[in-house]
């Protein structure tokens, strides 16, 4: 059965919702968002995947700020989070648009170790 393309902001907080649900679960990345309020979060986020699929404009922010800040990232955890991401939205929607979002996942984790001085594998 074919899946629907994302399409909409609520497809977007869906993906949203799905990704981050049980991420302090997980063995690579739960320990990066012990402490965060994630339902506090999850507009931002939305509005942030909003804008990088629909060109919505809905957020403002810099995002890196808040990655900068974290202590011990390595290329692995966003390996990780890129497996994760993208078999997240592959699970859900397939199509020109979702297929933009992995694109740009890629592309943030690959800017985001670039600035933090971590060499990039694999992404």
């Not at 902001?9 to 968002?33: C, H, K, M, N, S």
């Not at 990232?73 to 933009?100: I, K, S, Y």
Request: glycine share 8%; no cysteine.
């Amino acid at each position: 059965m074919q899946k629907p393309d994302i399409q909409t902001e609520d497809d977007i907080r869906r993906l949203v919702e799905a990704f981050y649900g049980d991420i302090t679960d997980d063995p690579t990345l739960g320990r990066f968002f012990d402490g965060v309020d994630l339902d506090r979060h999850r507009p931002r986020l939305v509005a942030f995947w909003s804008s990088i699929a629909f060109q919505s404009g809905t957020y403002r922010g810099r995002p890196f700020d808040a990655h900068v800040r974290l202590q011990g990232l390595a290329p692995h955890h966003f390996e990780a989070w890129l497996r994760r991401f993208h078999r997240t939205v592959d699970e859900r929607f397939e199509g020109p648009t979702a297929e933009r979002v992995k694109r740009t996942a890629e592309q943030i984790a690959t800017l985001f170790q670039i600035k933090l001085g971590l060499p990039v594998e694999g992404v």
